[in-house]
């Protein structure tokens, strides 16, 4: 009797572990037909049923079953792997500002133009949108693409740019936002700044919006999602290189986590098209040169890995980083944007939000990304990359965390896009910010003001040695 009481207790706890490790499995397989026409032409309203069959999710309880399954599979045809999870790289939301159109609210964009910017507005953290804007405000050969949590189609800033929409969640469907990240992601970039409303985007003027869907309103998404987002942006961007050869594309993706090998690959096909990809460094804090965040630490050709600078022009606190994978600064803290509006009767009202995150770094860069394209049209998204990394505002010590060593400065950019003297852009002595002021060295050579503290220091030192010498020679 007493034997029995020992073992059924034991017998028990096997038991329940078995119980317990079979409900702990579970795993989401993605699988994508290798062998299709990937570039058929898809437009806004049509359905796509047939791309939900070229990438399909197989869910599994148990290992033996997932790999049952795996057996059937023709490698030749089609390629697999877990799911991913991915999410919106927001910090935080700092505040919200008193919502309404009454007052147009750019003087609240200090990443557009620094209050701490001196009277000639070239010195400061900001990245020099205003100056670029005299060469060019924007091109409709260029389209944005925003692959995020959707966008309010009734924004006035954004809605007369959308020209193809598509949401991964419901093919066929507009794309609403239901989280207010990808709102918020746009109107940095892009938001309409000609029409006396909200605010400005980097891109002032005209410009193409199109907007993928990936990100559900807890701003999560998968590795199904996201790859549904990417093949309908390389499927549109082919239909309207078809239509017009001098069109060109950005790629703004605010969004991390962890390693796809297929969203990868299907990332480069986007950039091989020509598509210059701009992608987040994430929020962590931590070097992405030893602990890699996605899709900053893909292999995609010329892709940019933005970093998020604050209003001290020095990287955020919150910001991941890297020398060697991480490309470029730009502001990402306490930064104005779009939130999804909202209607009184038939009135809409606009509401905004300032957030912090990466995910507000990026469009800094891709709208000047979309300005150097608009400058351009001949460059391609490597040459968009070079001109981006070797325009930057020298910061000290950047050195050790992007790989340009710098701040964003799009005016620089679109000066050697166009040909034009790119000294113009340079920060002068009387810069005000607190740090990477205007006399530290520029990509194109301007003064560092280290060395001239370290003459001085030295000629004071000279002078002092001679006085002690001629004091010498008078005793």
Same mark, same amino acid.
């Given at each position: 009797?007493?034997?029995?009481?020992?073992?059924?207790?034991?017998?028990?706890?096997?038991?329940?572990?078995? @119980?317990?490790?079979?409900?702990?499995? +579970?795993?989401?397989?993605?699988?994508?037909?290798?062998?299709?026409?990937?570039?058929?032409?898809?437009?806004?309203?049509?359905?796509?049923?047939?791309?939900?069959?070229?990438?399909?999710?197989?869910?599994?309880?148990?290992?033996?079953?997932k790999?049952?399954? =795996?057996? *059937?599979l023709?490698?030749?045809?089609?390629?697999?792997?877990?799911?991913?999870?991915?999410?919106?790289?927001?910090?935080?939301? =700092?505040? *919200?500002?008193?919502?309404?159109?009454?007052?147009?609210? @750019?003087?609240?964009?200090?990443?557009?133009?620094?209050?701490?910017?001196?009277?000639?507005?070239?010195?400061?953290?900001?990245?020099?949108a205003?100056?670029?804007?005299?060469? *060019?405000?924007?091109?409709?050969?260029?389209?944005?693409?925003?692959?995020?949590?959707?966008?309010?189609?009734?924004?006035?800033? $954004?809605?007369?740019?959308?020209?193809?929409?598509?949401?991964?969640f419901?093919?066929?469907e507009?794309?609403?936002?239901e %989280?207010?990240?990808?709102?918020?992601?746009?109107?940095?970039?892009?938001?309409?700044?000609?029409?006396?409303?909200?605010?400005?985007?980097?891109?002032?003027?005209?410009?193409?919006?199109?907007?993928?869907?990936?990100l559900?309103?807890?701003?999560?998404?998968?590795?199904?999602?996201?790859?549904?987002?990417?093949?309908?942006?390389?499927?549109?961007?082919?239909?309207?290189?078809?239509?017009?050869?001098?069109?060109?594309?950005?790629?703004?993706?605010?969004?991390s986590?962890a390693? #796809?090998?297929?969203?990868?690959?299907?990332?480069?096909?986007?950039a091989?098209?020509? +598509?210059?990809?701009?992608?987040?460094?994430?929020?962590?804090?931590?070097? %992405?040169?030893?602990t890699?965040?996605?899709?900053?630490?893909?292999?995609?050709k010329?892709?940019i890995?933005?970093?998020?600078?604050?209003?001290?022009?020095?990287?955020?606190d919150? #910001?991941?980083?890297?020398?060697?994978?991480?490309?470029i600064?730009?502001?990402?803290?306490?930064? $104005?944007?779009?939130?999804?509006?909202?209607?009184?009767?038939?009135?809409?009202?606009?509401?905004?939000?300032?957030?912090?995150?990466?995910?507000?770094?990026?469009?800094?860069?891709?709208?000047g990304?979309?300005?150097?394209?608009?400058?351009?049209?001949?460059?391609?998204?490597?040459?968009?990359? !070079?001109?981006?990394?070797?325009?930057? !505002?020298?910061?000290?010590?950047?050195?050790?965390?992007?790989?340009?060593?710098?701040?964003?400065?799009?005016?620089?950019?679109?000066?050697?896009?166009?040909?034009? !003297?790119?000294?113009?852009?340079?920060?002068?002595?009387?810069? *005000?910010?607190?740090?990477?002021?205007?006399?530290?060295?520029?990509?194109?050579?301007?003064?560092?003001?280290?060395?001239? =503290?370290?003459?001085?220091?030295?000629?004071?030192?000279?002078?002092?040695?001679?006085?002690?010498?001629? +004091?010498?020679?008078?005793?």
């Open positions: 009797m007493r034997r029995s009481l020992v073992i059924s207790p034991i017998l028990f706890g096997l038991v329940g572990i078995f @119980f317990c490790a079979s409900d702990a499995f +579970a795993v989401d397989l993605i699988v994508r037909q290798k062998k299709q026409n990937q570039y058929r032409a898809f437009q806004f309203g049509q359905t796509a049923d047939d791309r939900k069959q070229t990438i399909e999710v197989k869910s599994f309880s148990s290992e033996a079953e790999n049952a399954y =795996v057996e *059937t023709d490698p030749t045809q089609v390629e697999w792997e877990e799911k991913v999870e991915f999410s919106g790289d927001d910090v935080s939301i =700092v505040n *919200t500002p008193t919502s309404g159109n009454a007052e147009p609210l @750019f003087g609240d964009q200090w990443a557009i133009l620094s209050k701490s910017t001196d009277a000639q507005r070239i010195a400061g953290p900001d990245i020099a205003v100056q670029a804007w005299t060469i *060019t405000r924007g091109s409709d050969k260029v389209v944005v693409y925003v692959m995020d949590s959707g966008i309010d189609p009734n924004a006035p800033d $954004l809605k007369e740019h959308i020209t193809s929409a598509y949401d991964a419901k093919p066929g507009f794309p609403t936002d %989280n207010g990240h990808g709102t918020h992601v746009a109107s940095i970039a892009t938001a309409n700044g000609d029409n006396k409303i909200d605010m400005s985007g980097v891109v002032p003027g005209p410009v193409q919006l199109a907007v993928g869907r990936f559900n309103a807890s701003n999560q998404g998968d590795t199904n999602t996201a790859l549904s987002v990417v093949e309908w942006e390389k499927e549109d961007f082919i239909s309207r290189k078809n239509a017009d050869p001098e069109i060109r594309a950005v790629s703004i993706n605010s969004w986590g390693y #796809s090998a297929m969203l990868e690959r299907s990332l480069n096909e986007f091989e098209l020509g +598509a210059a990809i701009i992608v987040s460094a994430g929020n962590t804090g931590k070097n %992405n040169d030893e890699g965040s996605y899709p900053c630490n893909f292999k995609v010329a892709i890995c933005v970093a998020a600078s604050d209003q001290n022009d020095v990287l955020a919150f #910001s991941a980083y890297g020398p060697h994978s991480v490309h600064l730009a502001p990402g803290k306490h930064i $104005l944007g779009l939130t999804p509006g909202h209607f009184s009767g038939s009135t809409y009202t606009s509401d905004h939000q300032y957030k912090d995150g990466t995910s507000q770094a990026v469009p800094h860069v891709g709208g990304a979309a300005l150097i394209f608009a400058a351009n049209l001949k460059l391609t998204n490597k040459d968009v990359h !070079d001109i981006l990394l070797s325009s930057v !505002d020298r910061i000290p010590g950047a050195e050790k965390q992007v790989v340009s060593a710098g701040r964003l400065n799009v005016y620089r950019a679109v000066l050697v896009a166009t040909g034009r !003297d790119p000294s113009l852009a340079d920060r002068g002595f009387g810069a *005000t910010e607190a740090s990477g002021g205007g006399c530290s060295l520029s990509a194109n050579g301007s003064f560092d003001f280290s060395l001239i =503290v370290s003459f001085i220091i030295l000629s004071g030192m000279l002078f002092l040695m001679r006085r002690k010498n001629l +004091a010498k020679l008078l005793d």
